[in-house]
């Protein structure tokens, strides 16, 4: 069974999961904790941990020490942002996006959950909900993250209350019904003395539900993808460079959606030049099926006119090819607002194109939802619809249907920063 065990099974034993919260809420015990209940240390880790904690006199072995150390040097750093960590247990194996939770760091969630399969979001038992704590789901839910986690942490210091959880709980259920999140869980945990994050806990007999770690081994992520329409956006041609292979050219990037097979007919767009695809390759050989989120070199039938920035469809099934693009955007830039009549560079699926701000419709207030239309820009962590007009036409759908080619970010000339996060709608 393993010897023909397809790619798809396999990717689908990967769970990326983000996290979100406000300072302190506690994300970096958390994590702590669920890479050592879970045995996914090594033991040096641990021993140097143990020797911080007890050195500082904590009277528990501070887990946050794990995270932290790795998050300093970030940072410091001026382009890493968000801190990938992987650990596996013989059920699943993760990555974590793991994302500083300071205001100033909502670009980090964004690019961390742009990704991933579901959100955790952490939240103080005795703070409740913050704004941050709706802003980050709101987010996630505009970045259409299929599964959402609220873990309310800390219940060791309101005496494992049940009725501090469920008041935590209905809110946080009445605020997700107006935004769109298909799969929400919440759980009572304390992420220092374990509580529900590996082990079920015995001062919570009153939660019914599975501890942390067993929902990120159960959620069902597998019909979450697109395989229905075929998106591959060429990121590279491998071209011929010697004179016995003259004829190999081959297109390589990540599948996007869709599922690809020999002998599919096959369009390019922008141009409109149909083939059928000759065979799909991939470090360890051909592949008979292939499907999100692989990377694979496509070979076509015919030589065609193929660049970095094209995408190959199927002929029934196409992409918008449109310059007018309308968009939710956050924007992250702490200099400047994002303006009408501003010029920008935008980076969709492997393209790079030229933007220009057409126009800001409204601004939305994360906390009550209500539209602003009378801005006319939009500043730090503002999010907005915007219309924009690209120097180059785009190759997208609507982000509700496809992730990969409904999103975009925005970038400052000037200095090449990350400014905003677009999802087309
Ligand atoms: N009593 C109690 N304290 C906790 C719990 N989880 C975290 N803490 C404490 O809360 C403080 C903040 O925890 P961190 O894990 O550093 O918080 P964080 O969310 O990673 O903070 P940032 O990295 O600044 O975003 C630390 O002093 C932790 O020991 C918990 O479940 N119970």
Redesign the pocket.
Known sequence: MTDTMSPREDTHELLRFA?A?????????????LLFDSKALFDDQWDAVEAVSAGRG?E?T???LL??GL?SEREQGITIDVAYRYFSTPERKFIIADT???IQYTRNMVTGASTADLALI?V??RKGLVEQSRRHAFLCSLLRVPHMVLCV?????VDYDEAVFKKIENEFKAFATKLEVPDLTVIP?????G?NVVNRSENMPWFQGTSLLHHLEKVHIASDRNLVDVRFPVQHVIRPHSSDNHDYRGYAGQIASGVMKPGDEITVLPSGFTSRIASIETADGPLEEAFPPLSVTVRLEDELDVSRGDMLCRPGNQPRVSQDIEAMVCWMDEARPLRVRGKYAVKHTTSDVRAIVKDVQYQLDVNTLHRDETVNELGLNEIGRVTLRTTKPLLCDDYRRNRATGGFIIIDEADNRTVGAGIIV
């Not at 919260?21 to 904790?33: A, N, P, Q, Y």
């Not at 942490?153 to 210091?157: T, V």
């Open positions: 996290t919260g406000s300072v302190d809420d506690g994300k970096s015990t958390l994590i702590g904790r904590d528990y501070d887990l946050a995270t932290d998050r500083p939770g300071h952490l103080d038992a942490n800390k219940m060791d210091l945990i304390s992420a220092l003395k509580d």
